[in-house]
């Protein structure tokens, strides 16, 4: 059973780091390529960035760029979201999802989401 | 960006009734559109892909339908399981936007 289970939320301040992190469990993590996916507080869900396999191709949004980083520890069947500089707008759930790997992909699982809340 | 809508924002069933829920997208996207079910605090599941494409274990009472810039994701009748927060997808081009979700709540 394909599983991702996600960590490092919490409560941070305005302009402040924070780290999360997917652990993959059930399928050849190396050979997926990932995203991160947040949804606000009553919004919807909003795509964050995306790593391809062996971390060669990386993209984020505008809203994010600059600030982020996407990582991926493929030994570890990890993923990692650096976030620095963190606005009140960062506030969210964030999800890590598998990329179907299909031209035109869809996400074909996902993991229930860290909380970040971004508060002074 | 393409700009995915969905209406209704809310909708309130029965189990039993036959729901229809209704995506459109900014520009056409073909048949690139996703459908999702989400519960509060929940992993998102994927439902259907490529606008019609059943995914792996979803019951045949959800259907998608559509192409160009307007689709339909339609649950024949709804299971007390079906109540849900259900978004659309496009995966056509960067960035792959989603629609703003639809909660689907018992009457």
């Known amino acids: 059973e394909v599983q991702l289970v996600e960590s490092g939320g919490g409560v941070v301040q305005p302009g402040g780091s924070l780290r999360l992190s997917c652990v993959a469990s059930?399928?050849?993590?190396?050979?997926?390529?990932m995203n991160w996916v947040r949804q606000a507080p009553g919004r919807g869900l909003e795509w964050v960035s995306y790593?391809?396999?062996?971390?060669?191709?990386?993209y984020y949004a505008d809203s994010v760029k600059g600030r982020f980083t996407v990582s991926r520890d493929n030994a570890r069947n990890s993923l990692y979201l650096q976030m620095n500089s963190l606005r009140a707008e960062d506030t969210a759930v964030y999800h890590c999802?598998?990329?179907?790997?299909?031209?035109?992909?869809?996400?074909?699982?996902w993991g229930q989401g860290t909380l970040v809340t971004v508060s002074s | 960006d393409i700009q995915m809508t969905q209406s209704p924002s809310s909708l309130s069933a029965s189990v039993g009734d036959r729901v229809t829920i209704t995506c459109r997208a900014s520009?056409?996207?073909?048949?690139?559109l996703n459908w999702y079910q989400q519960k509060p605090g929940k992993a998102p599941k994927l439902l259907i892909y490529g606008a019609s494409t059943l995914h792996s274990g979803v019951p045949s009472r959800f259907s998608g339908s559509g192409s160009g810039t307007d689709f339909t994701l339609t649950i024949s009748s709804l299971q007390p399981e079906d109540f849900a927060t259900y978004s659309c997808q496009q995966s056509y081009s960067a960035p792959r936007t989603f629609g703003q979700g639809t909660k689907l709540e018992i009457k």
């Open positions: 520009q056409t996207i073909i048949t690139y």
């Open positions: 059930g399928f050849t993590f190396s050979s997926y390529a």
């Open positions: 999802a598998r990329d179907s790997g299909y031209n035109k992909s869809w996400y074909d699982s």
């Open positions: 790593i391809s396999s062996s971390s060669g191709t990386i």
